[in-house]
């Protein structure tokens, strides 16, 4: 049996799910951790607007793949690079605030899921290093700016 490609997007869909199932309701939930640490006002319907959205983007941007191929491996490779700075992000958190945060435990299907396209797709030349390189930055800039407007957030809170 051979896993193609948008098999291993859609692994990321079916992770991401999983991701945040963990992050409603694992401890006291992201929601209220971001609540405690960096945004008075944020709110589950924010979580569920904002994670619906990515959802979507990120399914469309599978679906333009799966149809028109080529360089259109970008858009669902950065959203692929986003979840796993995103996985990189909870680990951080999780070892500066010493207290578990609701959605490293799902990252690890992150990593190996990025390591299966790693290892099966970029190294085979199946997708181009261009391409890769390109999703990487667009993918981490992504996660940067998520989290750089929750600490923005968070220091207008304190002024």
């Known amino acids: 049996m051979e896993i193609t490609l948008s098999v291993l997007f859609w692994g990321y ?11 409603l309701t694992v401890g006291e ?15 589950g319907r924010m979580f569920f607007g904002f994670n619906l959205m990515i959802f979507l983007v990120f ?8 149809v028109f ?13 986003m979840f796993v700075t995103n996985g990189f992000w909870h680990l951080l958190q999780t070892i500066v605030l010493r207290e578990f945060s609701p959605g490293l435990i799902t990252s ?4 190996i899921l ?5 290892r099966y797709f970029l190294l ?5 290093l261009l391409y890769f390189v390109i999703a990487a930055v667009i993918g ?16 207008q809170m304190k002024k």
């Open 13 to 23: 869909v079916i992770a991401y799910c999983v991701h945040v199932i963990e992050e």
């Open 29 to 43: 939930g992201f929601v209220e951790m971001m609540r405690k640490t960096f945004y008075l006002e944020y709110s």
């Open 59 to 66: 399914m469309v941007g599978i679906v333009l793949f799966e």
């Open 69 to 81: 191929g080529g360089v259109w491996v970008i858009w669902p490779l950065s959203f692929a690079f």
């Open 108 to 111: 690890t299907i992150y990593w």
């Open 114 to 118: 990025m390591y299966f396209i790693t």
């Open 124 to 128: 085979t030349g199946e997708i181009l």
């Open 140 to 155: 981490t800039l992504i996660t940067l700016v998520m989290f750089g407007l929750a600490y923005h957030v968070r220091r």
